[in-house]
C-alpha cells in the first residue's frame, strides 16, 4: 500500500531535549516536504527536499532541521524544542515531472502531535 | 509570492443540502489550484486540482470547482452533502512550473448534520 509513515504520532517532551520525528514514504517520490498545522493557521511548509542531499526552507524553518540522507526518508529534527513548537506536524510527499517540477499533488501522513511543555 | 483566503472557518449544513466553500486566491503569475480535505484524525488527501483546461474540475466524493480567473476565485461545490462530508477542507496555491511549495489557507470545517 502507497504511503506516508509518520513516527511518533503522538510526543510530549519538554523544552530543550532533542527529538526526531521520522518520516518515510514508499513510493519512490523525489518531493517531499514537512508541514506544522495551527488552529487559525492553516498548514506552514517548514522544510522540502527536491530529491536526495537537496533541501531548503519553507515559510517557518527556525527551530527546525532536516535531511534528506536517502530518498524513502526525511526526518524532522528539533534540537532544542521550545513550546512555541507545540503543534501538529504532517510529512507529505510528491512526483516530480520530468520538467522537474511538482504538480502540487502531495499524499500526506497521518500526522505527529507534538506537546512541548 | 502568492496567497489563500478561506473566508468561513467553519460552515454548518443539514444532510443533502447543497455547499460551497469559497477561496479566494492572490498571484502575479499563474497558478495551480488545490482543495484537500481532512477527515478528523487524518492526514489530508487530495480533492481536486485545477492545473490548466476545463476551469469546472470534477474530484473525487461528487465534489466539484470552478477557477475562475477574473475573480482569483476557486469555490468548491457539492450538490447534496452526507454526513460522511464532515470535514476540514483546505484551498491551495502554487505557482505553474514550480510546485515546490504550496501554499495553503487556513481550511474552512463543513460539519453536516441531520
Redo the contacts between chains.
Sequence with gaps: EAQ?TQNPRYLITVTGKKLTVTCSQNMNHE?M?W?RQDP??????IY?S?NVEVT?K??VPEGYKVSRKEKRNFPLILESPSPNQTSLY?C?SSILTS?G??????F????SRLTVL | AQSVTQLDSQVPVFEEAPVELRCNYSSSVSVYLFWYVQYPNQGLQLLLKYLSGSTLVKGINGFEAEFNKSQTSFHLRKPSVHISDTAEYFCAVSRTGTASKLTFGTGTRLQVTL
Excluded: P
Design positions: 506516508v518531493y516536504s508541514y487559525g493557521l492553516g498548514l506552514r511548509q522540502y527536491m531548503d519553507g515559510d504532517f507529505a520538467g517540477t511538482n504538480t502540487g499533488e502531495l500526506f501522513g497521518e500526522g
